[in-house]
């Protein structure tokens, strides 16, 4: 039977389609963000912001370089047996581990150890907080030409906003002091990573499994970062309560969960809405210091606030 026999692709064809069509109309999951992605940038911006009064408390008992590569052996302690009992699937692809791995060395080495590099040569938060918080406005400027972004009058409207809130809110606390040509370069080679990583992530990345992905970062933050702790580093730690109560929220609620949700958002989004929420983490790690180690908050700092968060409103408002 000629004929039935060269339909039959057709047909095929035909069915694919239509499983296409039904999927992609009569499915809202596979467009609209689930649950958890929607609440992701507040979860995110609340672990980050965390991160830096936790981290400050942490580093008066180590060294600062001794103290990041102990929490990134730590986060590998923890993703171990997730791996084994998970066992989820790898990057079936080379260049899959490549993009891991570069992403994993920009965020893990680059970004955080030379902000805390930047801490030990005795540059204040307020400073490095203060030239990281420039990311969103470099990004915008480097999305369209590398990841085919559109960055629209009204969003470089919310970048400036953004941008002054983080600024009011560090000239408020009076934070900015004078620093050292090597404690500023080292902020500023912490912001040209975080920068890269959120680019790269949003133009190379593939899919994968969070644990995967984790435990790829991580084994190549720690590789990188763990020479440089055995040879410019005090090995000295003083095991105080403090201490390691700071590095257990640091491995799990900033390592773990913050990252994850970051790169999701990455994927899911468009990178330059993502990266103006790093307009509000100056000013909210500003609010989580007062909480937590009474530095105080002026009420100037408390206007930046208020300016931080318009200007993200309005950038990431679709």
Known sequence: MPNGTSARPENGRAIMAEDERILTTA???????????????????????????????GTAYVDPIVFLTLRFALVLVVLAPLVIWLRPPLPTRRIDWLHLCVVGILIQTVYFGFCYTAFALGTSAGTVALVVSLQPVLVALLAPA?????????????????????????????????????????????LLGITAATLYEKRFSVAQHPVTANTVQYAAGLITTLPLGLLFSSLHITWAGEMIAALAYLVIGNSLIAITLLLAMIRRGEASRVSALFYLVPPCAALLSWLLIDEAMPPLAWVGMAVAAVGVVIATRK
């Open 27 to 57: 499915t809202p999951n596979a467009t609209d963000p689930s649950p958890w992605l929607r609440a992701a940038p507040a979860a995110f911006l609340l672990l980050w912001s965390l991160g830096f009064p936790v981290a400050k408390i």
């Open 146 to 190: 590398l990841v085919k972004e559109v960055i629209g009058l009204k969003r470089w409207v919310g970048f400036v906003l953004g941008l002054a809130g983080a600024a009011i809110v560090i000239l408020g606390r009076s934070t900015i002091e004078a620093t050292s040509l090597l404690g500023l370069a080292s902020s500023i080679a912490a």
